[in-house]
């Protein structure tokens, strides 16, 4: 059995490739029927709300695929460019795999907010606007 394949067969690829699936789907409709000048309500209603859930779970699929690769990548050398070389440069795909994961604890919050801020925003504005009909 390949390596690859381990990481590949996990669960957590599930996880972020079906959240991110539906995520585009919705956002790629909302696109369109914006363009046409015709936004059905439930359209701009499933953009600016099932993100709450889609959006962390397509986040903890990624991490945990990555954190299911590290193992994998430390082995093999996966992408990492060793010293010395022609170029003069080494790059660790392993320590790179960790800091990006290090960096979705900072950003994984702020533009989580922001879709919640920008959800108030915009469907409050348009149940003002229903009422007001």
């Not at 590290?70 to 010395?84: A, E, Q």
Request: charged fraction near 15%; include cysteine; charge should be positive.
């Amino acid at each position: 059995m390949c390596q690859h394949s381990r990481v590949q067969s996990e669960d957590s690829i599930l996880l972020f490739v079906v959240a991110w699936t539906i995520t585009e789907i919705i956002r790629y409709s909302f696109y369109t029927f914006s363009l046409l000048n015709h936004l059905p309500y439930f359209i701009k209603w499933a953009r600016y709300t099932l993100f709450i859930i889609l959006y962390p779970m397509g986040v903890t699929g990624e991490m945990l695929t990555m954190y299911a690769a590290l193992p994998f990548v430390k082995r093999s050398g996966l992408f990492s460019i060793s010293l010395p070389n022609k170029y003069n440069f080494s790059f660790d795909y392993y320590t790179f795999l960790i800091l990006v994961m290090l960096t979705y604890i900072p950003s994984f919050p702020q533009l989580y907010f922001h879709m919640l801020h920008q959800r108030r925003k915009v469907l409050s504005v348009t149940e003002e606007h229903k009422k007001s009909e």
